[in-house]
């Protein structure tokens, strides 16, 4: 708090100490409203914000000096330590009316907010951004209040949140206008509801004209509390489900099977649990996820004959139906049995990601028009994978831009004959952390170069054990990326969920 002695400041006129004073008590007086708000200051505000800090930083100054001065009497620098300690605190207010985000202007800070509430709130009992953000201040809670669509995000966890109430459900819902609802539902998977609960979702599903996504979490039950919903959703566009079905035999959920929009559906999507079977428009249907058995899933894509993206994760085996399903207009599939693909007829299909190298794939392929131009092949614990599988599955898709492949041990010449093989490829995501016993990485250094010099390859992904590479080979890969390739390296965890799309994520699938 004390500055060191200064004989320039301490020696001061009294009419100029006096002076600064008295500027600084009006320059004060202009802009003390400020102080008890977060509203932007004008203008004119600023400019005496400015002011008045520079007029304080001199009286602070002269302060510092005058208490450095004045050693006796004791009862005068006590004076001037609490007008120091005043001073310092109203400088602290001023500085924090000229921070920037209190200019900032109303369209950016409710950008500001849009991506805040993307935020999931997953703490035991805390409140939702939607609602800690309004209890900031007067203005925040104004442009809150003022825009609907912050309030057509509705997140029900009665896991983590037992205490939601009644009146802010209400409220929220109020708030939102006649705007289409975001819906995230969540309850305890291993309980039936509470009353309170029961309640609330009935309170929720009153709304449900409005809805237009929803993800729903938790014990059977839940449906119960939703029937009123049934031939009440004229918005819905995308359905999540995640349900804890009861224990013995299949359970058939149908109260969506009237959305005349719904395009997008998830069913219990990395949901370990019994098969579920739900009603549902599967003919308009452009985009569709779910985890059940071989001919639940055969059930399914039956009436599907729309879908664009498809991800299945299969729970059990079966023989190959007599005829296969046609999906005219399938462009990206994702699933974690290659088996399956003897039961599907894709013309068009552009990307595939599934385990191999396995004969069912290259069977596939080999029937496939020559469209496909991206194939990922993830390891699985369940495929017996060969090097001398993947030569004949490559050269039934020549048509490939996108390569991920895994590379077992003893395949040294495969690296060679990828070049000859594939000559189209832009990306290639290799995974070699099984090769510890192949010690010339050059001869994959050597197909990445020749690929790059070729004008076509572009971006690698690797993933690699650290003593996999030799320093040769390291800086040959570094002069690469100085030339303009783009390389990354990954964990063998990071590269489904990062060279995936999300929508095709799989739960069984392995890297």
């Known amino acids: 708090m004390l500055g060191l002695h200064n004989p320039d400041l301490a020696e001061t006129p009294a009419d100029s100490f006096e002076s600064i004073e008295q500027g600084y008590g009006d320059l004060n007086r202009t802009v003390s409203h400020l102080f008890e708000t977060n509203n932007p200051p004008t203008e004119i505000e600023l400019s005496a914000l400015r002011d008045l800090v520079s007029h304080g930083n001199a009286r602070k100054a002269q302060l510092n000096a005058a208490i450095a001065a004045a050693l006796q009497p004791i009862s005068s620098v006590a004076e001037l330590i609490t007008e120091w300690d005043a001073l310092d605190e109203q400088l602290l207010k001023c500085k924090a009316a000229l921070a920037p985000i209190r200019s900032m202007p109303t369209e950016l800070l409710s950008l500001v907010f849009s991506f805040a509430l993307l935020v999931p709130c997953d703490t035991l009992h805390a409140d939702p951004p939607l609602w800690t953000l309004g209890q900031v201040c007067r203005r925040w809670r104004t442009i809150l209040l003022s825009q609907p669509i912050f309030w057509a995000k509705v997140d029900l966890d009665f896991a983590l949140r037992a205490d939601e109430t009644k009146f802010r459900l209400q409220t929220q819902l109020q708030r939102s206008g006649a705007l289409p609802l975001d819906i995230d539902l969540l309850c305890d998977d291993d309980k039936s509801f509470t009353a309170h609960e029961q309640r609330l979702t009935r309170i929720l599903a009153a709304s449900s ?9 938790g014990h059977y039950s839940l449906y119960d509390y939703l029937d009123r919903v049934r031939d009440r959703l004229p918005l819905l566009r995308e359905l999540h489900i995640m349900l804890r079905s009861p224990g013995h035999g299949n359970y058939t959920l149908n109260i969506f099977q009237s959305a005349p929009k719904l395009r997008h559906v998830f069913i219990n999507m990395g949901y370990s649990t019994a098969p579920l079977t739900v009603i549902l428009p599967f003919e308009q249907l452009l985009r569709f996820g779910g985890s059940n058995s071989w001919e639940g899933h055969l059930n399914t894509l039956g009436s599907a004959c729309n879908l664009v993206d498809c991800a299945l994760e299969i729970c059990s085996t079966a023989a190959t139906p007599a005829s296969r399903i046609v ?3 399938l462009l990206r599939l994702s699933l974690t049995n ?8 894709t013309p068009v299909l552009e990307d595939l990601y599934c385990p191999g190298p396995t004969l069912a794939l290259a069977s596939f392929l080999e029937r496939l028009p020559s469209k496909l131009r991206k194939l990922f092949m993830h390891g699985s614990d369940s495929v017996h994978q060969s090097p001398f599988d993947i030569p004949p599955i490559l050269q039934a898709a020549p048509t490939i831009s996108h390569l991920g492949i895994r590379i077992l041990k003893h395949a040294e010449d495969l690296l060679s004959d990828l070049t000859r093989i594939i000559t189209s490829l832009e990306t290639i995501t290799i995974d070699l952390e099984d090769c510890d016993g192949f010690d010339d990485a050059g001869r994959y ?10 004008g076509r390859l572009r971006t690698v992904h690797i993933c690699s054990s650290d003593s996999f590479f030799s320093m040769p080979s390291w800086e040959r890969m570094e002069r690469l990326r100085g030339e303009g390739m783009e390389i990354s390296w990954y964990s063998r965890t990071q ?3 990062d060279l995936t799309p999300p929508h095709l994520h799989v739960l069984y699938a392995k890297i």
């Open 338 to 345: 290659s088996a399956f693909l003897a039961c599907l007829e």
């Open 209 to 217: 004209r409005r809805w237009e996504r929803v993800s729903l979490y």
């Open 445 to 454: 250094v050597a197909m990445v170069e020749s690929q790059w010099r070729a």
């Open 495 to 497: 590269l489904l969920l």
């Open 327 to 329: 999906l005219p207009h």
